[in-house]
Antibody, heavy 123, light 107 residues
Framework: QLQLQESGPGLVRPSETLSLTCTVS??????????WAWIRQPPGKGLEWIGT???????YYNPSLKSRVTISVDTSENQFSLKLNSVTAADTAVYHC???????????????WGQGTLVTVSS | DIQMTQSPSSLSASVGDRVTITCRAS??????LSWYQQEPGKAPKLLIY???TLQSGVPSRFSGGGSGTDFTLSISSLQPEDFATYYC?????????FGGGTRVEIK
């Protein structure tokens, strides 16, 4: 059974870089059928897609965050990562990693999720 | 970006009630619409994709309908475990966008 687990600091200072890792178990991140994604949810608010990556390194980012976001993959560790720079309090959220059902945008609905990790941006 | 608008933002209902939630897209998304259920402190759970296809393991009391810009999620007979927040999501094109959520509360 596929499992995703987020890890990283729970507190980040304003203007610094948020860094999270998602470890995938029960399946290979290098499967040709799957992409991998980051989604966030500010406390008490709705969901926001951050971006999606293929194991080859091809990425798709939300234009609203594109200038600050980097998603990368480490196939040797079966992990993918998120970096968000120049953070502000507005970036405080629960960050989830997730796997979409298929390889095309129309199949980017998420049937496997990590439990999520709260990242607070505060000095 | 395609804007997704859900209504109502919250509702109160009793066990056994039929409940319907609406999601409207700012432009046609064909049938690229999915629904999620989220309990407090947990990750969203996929219920329906392709507007009307039930995800494996999801009870048949959940159903989805619609196409183009107007979609519905219905729960035929509300159960205690169904009290949660529900989100729609379009996957017609990137950026993927979600509705603002509908909170289903116990009356």
């Amino acid at each position: 059974q596929l499992q995703l687990q987020e890890s990283g600091p729970g507190l980040v200072r304003p203007s610094e870089t948020l860094s999270l890792t998602c470890t995938v178990s029960g399946g290979s991140i290098s499967s040709s059928s799957y992409y991998w994604a980051w989604i966030r949810q500010p406390p008490g608010k709705g969901l926001e897609w951050i971006g999606t990556i293929y194991y080859s390194g091809t990425t798709y980012y939300n234009p609203s965050l594109k200038s600050r976001v980097t998603i990368s993959v480490d196939t040797s560790e079966n992990q993918f990562s998120l970096k968000l720079n120049s953070v502000t309090a507005a970036d405080t959220a629960v960050y989830h990693c997730a796997r979409p059902r298929g390889p095309t945008v129309t199949t980017w609905v998420f049937d496997n999720w990590g439990q999520g990790t709260l990242v607070t941006v505060s000095s | 970006d395609i804007q997704m608008t859900q209504s109502p933002s919250s509702l109160s209902a009793s066990v056994g009630d039929r409940v319907t939630i609406t999601c409207r897209a700012s432009q046609s998304v064909s049938n690229s619409l999915s629904w999620y259920q989220q309990e407090p402190g947990k990750a969203p759970k996929l219920l329906i994709y392709g507007a009307s296809t039930l995800q494996s393991g999801v009870p048949s009391r959940f159903s989805g309908g619609g196409s183009g810009t107007d979609f519905t999620l219905s729960i035929s007979s509300l159960q205690p475990e169904d009290f949660a927040t529900y989100y729609c999501q379009q996957s017609f094109n990137a950026p993927l966008t979600f509705g603002g959520g509908t909170r289903v509360e116990i009356k």
